[in-house]
């Protein structure tokens, strides 16, 4: 019994000890706007990652109205989200019509839990002529394998509005989650 109730103990120590507790404010003030910028405001390795996609596999945001990053306003409009490392330092860059329009930086990143995708994207609903297609793809691309169609990274965004004006933006991509911190009102 003794051992039993040690372990829910040390079960209930390590999982308030491994929960995130953010100083947002600080995290906001300690991130520097990036200075660098990209040749022509060209993504250089979006061919990399749309090579084998029929669409674009970033996800897709909308504003309704302007967010912040200390010196940067980003207005409202549709953003392809893309996650880029530079110089050991990860970036949330936002492209709009294929250009990169702002850089703003990441400031951390974790690898996604393991059936989180399973649990929160939707099953897509196909019709019995559409099951026949995929089947027929699929069946092709046993044979073939050049024919075979690679799938595109799963993607999520969670935005959550914090306290003190703060916007956090989560950004699931592929493996991992990336965080970037905005706010709704310019400082």
Avoid at 5 to 28: G, H, N, P, R, W
Avoid at 139 to 151: D, E, L, T, Y
Wanted: proline content about 8%; some cysteine; hydrophobic content about 35%.
């Amino acid at each position: 019994m003794k051992k039993w109730v040690l372990l829910i103990f040390v079960i209930m120590f390590s999982s308030c000890t491994f929960a995130k507790d953010v100083d947002y404010e600080q995290v906001y003030r300690d991130l520097e706007v990036p200075s660098h910028k990209y040749v022509h405001n060209i993504d250089p390795g979006e061919y990399y990652d749309t090579q084998t996609s029929t669409w674009s596999p970033y996800p897709l945001l909308r504003l309704l109205a302007p967010i912040y990053f200390k010196t940067i306003a980003i207005e409202p409009g549709y953003y392809l989200l893309t996650p880029r490392e530079y110089k050991n330092n990860w970036y949330m860059l936002f492209k709009e019509n294929g250009k990169i329009k702002y850089i703003v930086p990441i400031y951390d990143r974790e690898i996604v839990p393991e059936f989180f995708y399973d649990e929160n994207l939707p099953k897509p609903n196909l019709s019995p002529t559409q099951k026949m297609h995929l089947g027929m793809l699929d069946f092709i691309g046993r044979f073939v394998p050049s024919a075979k169609r690679k799938p595109a990274p799963q993607t999520y965004l969670e935005l959550t509005d914090l306290d003190n004006h703060f916007i956090s933006l989560v950004v699931y991509w592929g493996n991992y989650r990336y965080y970037t911190i905005f706010r709704t009102i310019q400082m």
